[in-house]
């Protein structure tokens, strides 16, 4: 099983977190946080997102790639520039040919912390305790992208992260596996 890059997509900061599996253990291999500068113009902020997600795709090389899928927002504008950061993430896991899942933060909640209405608060925590961590995850950001990464381990079916074209939980985008 390889591994797994979780991204909590976000036009002033995108988190990621990536993953595997050894055993019955998950084990941390890289977290962080993209920060476009807030003073960029929003195209070029969608560029940093972009090279920052390609730089991490291109130096981990996982073997699936978790998006936290939209949310209803009462803000239209804000949700639409959420969007166009979730299509950036998309579109740079397409680009390098990654097979890609989607989850909504409900589902996310449900499979880290049991409860679809847990706090960034109670993620953090248990994201922490998952990956067996001596302190908690510096960034929200990036224990959100923890947390998705996990919920895909969680939804998918043992010993395949990208030979199923789709789980049960997840909803997979792109080409079916196989398919030409």
Known sequence: MGAILGIDPGITCTG???????????????????????SDPFPFRLKAIFDGLNAILASHAPAVVAVEDTFLARNFPAALKLGQARGVALLTAAMHDLPVFEYSPTQTKMAVVGYGRASKEQIGRMVGRLLH????VASEHAADALAIAICHLHSTPARSTSAHPANTMGTRVGKQAGAQ
Do not use: F, M, T, W
């Not at 599996?21 to 890289?30: E, F, P, S, W």
């Not at 961590?133 to 908690?136: A, D, I, N, Q, Y």
């Open 16 to 38: 990621y977190g990536l993953i595997e599996k050894a055993g019955d253990r998950l084990i941390l291999l890289a977290a962080g946080e993209v920060r476009p500068l807030r």
């Open 133 to 136: 961590l001596s302190r908690p």
